[in-house]
Nanobody
Framework: QVQLVESGGGLVQAGGSLRLSCAAS????????MGWYRQAPGKQRELVAG???????SYADSVKGRFTISRGNATNTVYLQLNSLKPEDTAGYYC????????WGQGTQVTVSS
C-alpha cells in the first residue's frame, strides 16, 4: 500500500507562482515514477508532468517552460513548481506514484484568477 498526500494548492493571480508537494508513505521503496495530473471541471484529465526514478522529467506542452517537477532527496517526495500561472491552469492537481500499480493522492486545488 502507498499513500500520497498533496499540499500547496491555493488561489493566485495570473502570473503568480505556487509550489505543490506530494509526500508518499507506506511501501515507498516500490515507487518508481511519480508525477502530476490535473483535471478541470468539464475537461479531460491531463498529464502535467512526470519524473522517473532516475530523475528524468517530462512535461505537457502546455506547461513547458513554466512548470518544473523535481523529487526530494528522499525519493518519497515530488514537487511541482508552477510559475507564470494562467487562468487556464485552474484545476485540481493530483499526484500519482507508480509501483506495481498506480497510486493517487486526494488532489489539491489550484485556482488562477485573471
Amino acid at each position: 500500500q502507498v499513500q500520497l498526500v498533496e499540499s500547496g494548492g491555493g488561489l493566485v493571480q495570473a502570473g503568480g507562482s505556487l509550489r505543490l508537494s506530494c509526500a508518499a508513505s507506506g511501501s515507498i521503496v516500490s515507487i518508481k515514477a511519480m508525477g502530476w495530473y490535473r483535471q478541470a471541471p468539464g475537461k479531460q484529465r491531463e498529464l502535467v508532468a512526470g519524473i522517473s526514478s532516475g530523475g528524468s522529467p517530462s512535461y505537457a506542452d502546455s506547461v513547458k517552460g513554466r512548470f518544473t517537477i523535481s523529487r526530494g532527496n528522499a525519493t518519497n517526495t515530488v514537487y511541482l513548481q508552477l510559475n507564470s500561472l494562467k487562468p487556464e491552469d485552474t484545476a485540481g492537481y493530483y499526484c500519482y506514484g507508480v509501483s506495481a500499480q498506480i497510486w493517487w493522492g486526494q488532489g489539491t486545488q489550484v485556482t488562477v484568477s485573471s
